[in-house]
């Protein structure tokens, strides 16, 4: 069997919460998760790119990938640029052995010679070997400022997706999902409320779930505003 990739830095792992199962499509995004599905099959384009604002569920759905290849007995690999961006690019060598390489944060490399170059040649054996890649950041491969040309090509080779934001009452059902995962039951008063008065992004209000898990589990409580407003210090 091929050996993984040896220049990995420590701590890079998948949220156990980021499935897809737990992930709210949109109807405008639904073809993206259809697609997901397909690509780990090998019954779609290896490449993907997706791309959409923060709190998109970007690293949610990537995260999601890896796991469910994983699910399938395959092997995959989680880079959140943001975070392994400042090491050098050695941790792309011989990933050409994995099954599935996710790419977050792309942006945070861009313009990076070293990088940039590592990337090129990563996707190249990729391709060749025929494995699945995936890739996410901020904005489309053609408003990304790359500076080498072959790359800047490679970007807008496979397919790419634009991950829509939400609308209220998508959120509200996102909230809602997640907190059924969780064994919550989350009213859709309690559940626009926290909207309201927490912030803006999904992920964000994700983490506010989990704090309202744990003190409701504490206090035998269930979700009320009153309830939210104790727990939260709101």
């Given amino acids: 069997m091929s050996r993984l990739p040896a220049q990995l830095p420590l701590g890079v792992g998948l ?3 980021a499935t897809f199962n737990n992930y709210y499509a949109s109807q405008a995004n639904a073809s993206l998760m259809e697609y997901l599905s397909r690509q ?3 019954d779609a384009e290896p490449f993907l790119y997706l791309w959409g604002a923060p709190g998109s ?3 949610h759905l990537l995260q999601a990938a890896c796991h469910a290849a994983s699910d399938a ?3 995959a690999l989680y880079l959140p640029l943001s975070d392994l961006g400042h090491f050098p690019p050695l941790m792309l060598e011989d990933i050409e052995c994995l099954d599935l390489v996710a790419i977050d944060d792309l942006e945070y ?8 170059e590592a990337l090129f040649h990563a996707f190249n054996r990729l391709r060749d070997a025929g494995k699945a890649l995936v890739i996410a950041a901020n904005t489309s491969p053609r408003q990304l400022d790359v500076a080498l040309p072959d790359l800047a ?3 807008t080779w496979g397919v790419t ?15 809602k999902l997640r907190a059924n995962v969780r064994g919550m039951q989350l009213p859709d008063d309690v559940g626009r409320y926290i909207m309201h008065r927490g912030p803006r992004e999904l992920g964000e209000l994700c983490r506010a779930l989990e704090t309202l898990d ?5 206090a035998k409580r269930k979700l009320t505003i009153p309830f939210v407003k104790s727990a939260l210090n709101w």
């Fill in 57 to 59: 569920g970007r690293s």
């Fill in 214 to 218: 744990q003190a409701s589990l504490s």
């Fill in 15 to 17: 949220r156990d919460d």
């Fill in 73 to 75: 007995d395959k092997r």
């Fill in 161 to 175: 997706f634009h991950l829509h934001p939400l609308d209220d009452n998508e959120r509200l059902a996102a909230l």
């Fill in 40 to 42: 780990l099959k090998a």
């Fill in 109 to 116: 490399v861009i313009g990076r010679k070293r990088w940039e």
């Fill in 153 to 155: 090509s490679r970007l």
